[in-house]
């Protein structure tokens, strides 16, 4: 995808810490207001987007398996402030990975060496969370700095699963197209995945709905052409994701929050996903016990033209608060804290998920409340640089 500057867009009025004092004094440091959600409180409002590392080995016993350097990168996060860590798109089933080298939760070694990542978040006061996916037709791919291009099996790919045998982009393999046993196989790997992911000591789950990946492919009739009761109108295309929902909440405690992560539109004219329809889903969601709505966009094709800016996806989680009532986070290209605060203090969002900016600066919280004049959450052995 190639990502531009809307057209005819003025850019947005600077905004500063006086500013935003000045306009919501009532609403200052919501970046800081602990989130409660089932029985879970998330001590801030700011959140890690799940951000795949690649980093895993790909086959052997230990592939998929967390190693040395997931646990100082989600730890680096933890110590750095902030409230919520979703862990990488980590994959329900070998055919999910979206590489051979991404983190799996289907088997008991990929478990147990959760355990400590997740134990090490805790005692930081911050939520561990993972997201659980399967990578559809835009699986079996190099690793991203390698170019990212599909792998066959001389570099330990595979032949990519999906709705219809649609590539995901010209020249790229004809991805398998699933049976309908095939498909409740494969919702029953997600609800697996979740009773693995509450034994690895996760307290909050996010199904991955977003970017192109197998949800997606089933929800967007741009990459969905089935004929049966998984393809075609908007209730059967949607079917696949709330079965995944039914089948994880059916395992997932009570008490425990889940979320879902959407891409809000493909950003294609004519046959893709719209933001009407993420409204309508996201109606939808909360029936079925969904308690938040992670909003992102695009991914499902290539070659896109996105209006790239500060907030671009901010007004799609506005829409879902306002119009679905669902709780909404919003994401992409949010780096500033007042920034963020003001996303909050609006009413657009109900927490912020950082993505690159926590890959440049895992301290970002703490920066953030030393900014918006909140004392940070340091851990002892630190405290004197605080």
């Not at 935003?20 to 609403?27: D, I, K, V």
């Not at 902030?82 to 990929?110: C, F, H, K, M």
């Not at 909003?295 to 119009?323: C, D, M, N, W």
Request: with cysteine; proline share 9%.
């Amino acid at each position: 995808m190639s990502l531009v500057l809307a057209a005819g867009v003025p850019a947005p009025a600077p905004v500063t810490l006086e500013s935003l004092m000045s306009a919501a004094p009532a609403a200052f440091a919501a970046l800081f207001q602990p989130y409660t959600v089932r029985s879970v409180t998330i001590p801030n409002r700011v959140w890690m987007a799940p951000m795949c590392q690649y980093s895993a080995e790909p086959t052997g016993p230990r592939a998929g398996v967390a190693n040395e350097w997931h646990v100082a990168h989600y730890a680096a996060r933890a110590v750095g402030g902030t409230g919520l860590i979703i862990q990488e798109a980590t994959a329900v089933s070998p055919e999910g990975r979206i590489t051979p080298y991404d983190l799996g939760l289907w088997n008991d070694a990929q478990t147990e060496a959760l355990r400590p990542i997740t134990a090490f978040i805790k005692a930081q006061g911050a939520v561990p969370g993972v997201q659980i996916a399967h990578g559809g037709r835009k699986s079996s791919t190099e690793r991203p700095w390698k170019g990212g291009r599909p792998v066959g099996a001389e570099a330990h790919g595979w032949q990519p699963l999906a709705p219809s045998p649609v590539p995901f982009a010209e020249g790229d393999p004809v991805p398998h197209e699933l049976t309908a046993e095939e498909i409740r196989t494969v919702v029953g790997q997600f609800a697996d995945t979740a009773r693995r992911a509450l034994a690895a000591g996760y307290e909050l789950l996010e199904i991955h709905g977003a970017h192109g990946y197998l949800i997606g492919e089933f929800l967007s009739p741009h990459s969905n052409r089935r004929t049966d009761e998984y393809g075609g109108s908007f209730e059967n295309r949607t079917r696949f994701a709330l079965d995944v929902v039914d089948a994880v909440r059916a395992v997932w405690p009570e008490e425990l929050p889940l979320f879902f992560r959407i891409s809000a539109t493909d950003w294609l004219e004519g046959d893709g996903w719209t933001a009407d329809d993420t409204v309508r889903l996201a109606g939808l969601l909360k029936e079925h016990g969904v308690d938040l709505l992670d909003v992102s966009t695009g991914g499902l094709a290539p070659h896109v033209r996105i209006p790239v800016g500060p907030g671009y996806q901010v007004p799609f989680a506005a829409r879902v608060k306002r119009e679905a009532g669902l709780p909404a986070a919003a994401v992409g290209l949010i780096t500033e804290p007042v920034q963020a605060e003001k996303i909050l203090a609006n009413g657009e969002a109900d927490a912020i998920l950082l993505g690159r900016e926590l890959l440049r600066d895992p301290y970002w919280a703490r920066r953030a409340a030393g900014e918006l004049g909140v004392e940070p959450r340091t851990p002892s052995p630190y405290h004197r640089a605080w």
